[in-house]
């Protein structure tokens, strides 16, 4: 994996010593709250309902074990003993207090990590498939790219203010596990007709109040390319991108309002002329910077695996865990791990302090010391033999960690909400328990089969509502919280943005109301192969909305 | 929030505290505490004026940050916060807390 090298060392190191002297003045006054607020916001700090939150970036996803324990000793030493893996493959930690921030900086830094970029109106964290380097379909690892552009936009002059925040996400692969679409730049690796490496490049995707799916503005682009053409988009963002309202701000705006071929004459012709810049990126760099993405020391063995096929005639519930949570990897007799963060009745995404030391201890026995962050909010061990997987569910089991739903009506992606969030309308993580307490059988978890529910607590949509298969939205009106129910979303490359189906539910009611929906995907699917989302698509809202509607009418 | 009309609401001043972030209510003595049941309750518009006053003066010496006068009523023997958002700012999440160790503090209170 990637390693600071003496600049990123010595940058992190001085960017700690000058927030914890801006923290000291504020503390002791000399600072007003105006003047500190953007400066704490550039090292990641807000002030949430409780207390100060910190968010902490984890580049494409990727944590070794030494990191992952890190994090753990901060919840323990910092927090209340847990942390939240969120969407954007962040950590947020929701207890922290301000006088803390810059020792917590300090032990991230000496792992090699910081929360830089973790908000404001510049690049953020650069996501990327976290089955990177690891999924059988994968064309090539998207994660040096995601290097490389971490490199170039960090702090980079020129974009630190745009017009707002500015989110890029890649994938190596073409079924898209990154929500690639629903990004300001999605990037998927691809090979052209005489097996050049290249991505296809989509702009303008973004959710909030205004969703969008991103357009397709480049089908094939050159690697060498890919920092010169981002500069391009950039450029002619930050120069017509809106300023004068902050709803209206995104890059998606900018893209729908001059028209998806003005925009992209545009890109080309600022494109062409910052090609001669030599901007673009040498092969001996990316190769360079590729070798901290080397696949690890995989053994050569054998594609079946009999103790695992052992292990599966045995153990029915290390059967079904298998099932649902063991994913086909590229190399033979290997598979990667998703480690539910969802267990029954509990919030997503959330880890406490020993959950994470047992992720990162598994990791460092069975998987090269590698995790990666879901943007659904679980973790992964993306190289795991497949001989070791009886011994990985059960110390996974031991830890709590072992729920077989990933994929699943449980596997609930849910935003921080009214619980956490100084913007929310709404609560989100309340409706993911009490809908997975619902649905906790397992036997009916796994009949339902593949569905991606997203629950939001406000219209910023940082819990991808938008694009859930059932997307639920938490809204208030007259004091009381209610929640819209979108259907048909869909994040990956068929992206998607689900339809309203009619009034929002109370909270009492909204439960019933998602299994209300369920139930009838079960009565009108063609078979058990056909999934919520495939039925949805061939039957349209209208049975779910008959359904939901017609007791009220 | 203490708009002017016939129906008045009670209010208490809430902030978070500077160097903790914590949430606090300011009390009649001119502290700043995390126990919603010790805070200063204007019952008038003049009454929350002076508080507001007051704790503009706090914001202004830096000791808390994000004041707000928030409605609140009165529930048998307790003070509670009209907004849920408040509420649930006053009383911390209405989830239990991912945790390894027994339960402790604001997040082991039950459940609004
Ligand atoms: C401190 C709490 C948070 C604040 C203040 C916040 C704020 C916002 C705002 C204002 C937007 C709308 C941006 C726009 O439409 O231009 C947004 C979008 C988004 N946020 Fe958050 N957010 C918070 C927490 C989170 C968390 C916990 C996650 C991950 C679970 C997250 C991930 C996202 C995503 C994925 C989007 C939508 C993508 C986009 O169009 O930008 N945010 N957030
Ligand atoms: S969607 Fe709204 S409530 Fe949820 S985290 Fe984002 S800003 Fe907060």
Redesign the interface.
Known sequence: MYRYDEFDRAFVHERVAEFRDQVGRRLSGELTEDQFKPLRLMNGVYLQLHAYMLRIAIPYGTLSSRQLRQLAAIARDHDRGYGHFTTRQNLQFNWIALKDVPDILEKLAAVEMHAIQTSGNCIRNVTADHFAGAAADEIADPRPYAEILRQWSSLHPEFTFLPRKFKIAVTGSPHDRAAIQTHDIGLQLTRDATGALGFVVYVGGGQGRTPMVARKIRDFLPERDLLAYCTAILRVYNLEGRRDNKYKARIKILVHESGEAAFREAVEAEFAALRDEALDLPTPERDRIATYFAPPPFAALPERSVVFERAIAADPDFARFASRNAHPHKVPGYAIVTVSLKPVGGPPGDATATQMEAVADIAAHYAFDEIRVSHEQNLVLPHVRRDDLPAVFAALRQAGLATPNAGLVTDIISCPGLDYCALATARSIPVAERISERFADLDRQHEIGDIKIKISGCINACGHHHVGHIGILGLERKGEEFYQITLGGSGDETCTIGEIVGPGFSSRRIVDAVETVIDTYLALRTSPRENFLAAYRRLGEAPFREALYAAAE | MSKRSKTFAPVVATA?D??????VFRTPDGRWSADLATAEIATTPAEADALRLRADAD?A??RV??LALVPVVRDGAFVRP????EL??AS????T?????PRIGR?ARPTP
């Open positions: 978070n500077l160097a903790t972030g914590t949430v914001v010496a830096d940050v994000d009209t907004a849920l958002r649930i700012r911390g999440p209405t989830i807390l991912p945790t390894d160790a997040a």
